[in-house]
């Protein structure tokens, strides 16, 4: 398996690219609108720190993320976070794609406290993407992180660049997978896990 090292690297923004609201604007006219308009004339500004938001991934670093949250603790079960809320950009058209995913590890001798996990999970969201990398990404950072015997994540998302355009399918969607370690050897854990995504009980 390929290092994870340049998968984390986090990336600054260089100085002339601290506003792109003249660009939007430019773009705007381009399309045939106004950019004067009152609806539209604080729109540039509004789409710049909207982007900045949306792909503050790239300058964000799991590891601090983290911050230590690894504890030694003597359990060997799996532990799964499940239906984890996402949203991203996807890199070709830069339409939004959105769903949940699922992360589980078995422990070696190091938990991850549980909210980061999610925190994670946003840091590679909040870039241009597409779910494949995405899901691949937040099963080797865990794997890198936390040491565990396995990691497994399942990725479900909804793409609007297959929902407004292209083939326009609106109920179509997209489920992608990532099994490192004992999730990929061993078929008793990986059933293990779609078991546990699957079940739904007592609320959750």
């Known amino acids: 398996m390929k290092s994870n090292k340049a998968v984390v690297k986090v990336m600054q923004p260089k100085a002339d690219e601290e506003s792109i ?37 790239y300058r964000m670093d799991v590891h601090k993320i983290v911050n230590g949250a690894l504890y030694e603790v003597k359990y060997d079960e799996m532990v799964v976070v499940k239906d984890i809320e996402f949203f991203s950009l996807c890199e070709h058209h830069m339409l939004p794609f959105f769903g949940k995913m699922h992360v589980a590890y078995l422990p070696k001798s190091k938990v991850i406290g549980l909210s980061k996990i999610p925190r994670i ?33 399942i990725c479900e998302a909804r793409h609007f660049c297959m929902m407004m355009r292209g083939v326009e399918k609106q109920h179509s969607g997209a489920m992608t997978s990532a099994m490192l370690g004992a999730f990929r050897t061993r078929k008793e854990t990986r059933d293990e896990f779609l078991a546990l995504v699957n079940h739904r009980g007592n609320g959750f």
Request: without cysteine.
């Open 121 to 153: 999970v946003d840091a590679f969201a909040r870039r241009l993407q597409i779910q494949e990398r995405l899901t691949q990404e937040v099963a080797q950072t865990i794997q890198e992180i936390v040491d565990p015997v396995g990691v497994g994540v």
């Open 21 to 57: 609201a003249p660009l939007i604007r430019e773009v705007l006219g381009k399309l045939g609108e106004d950019p004067r308009r009152e609806g539209l004339e604080r729109t540039p500004e509004r789409v710049d720190k909207a982007l900045k938001f949306l792909t503050s991934g």
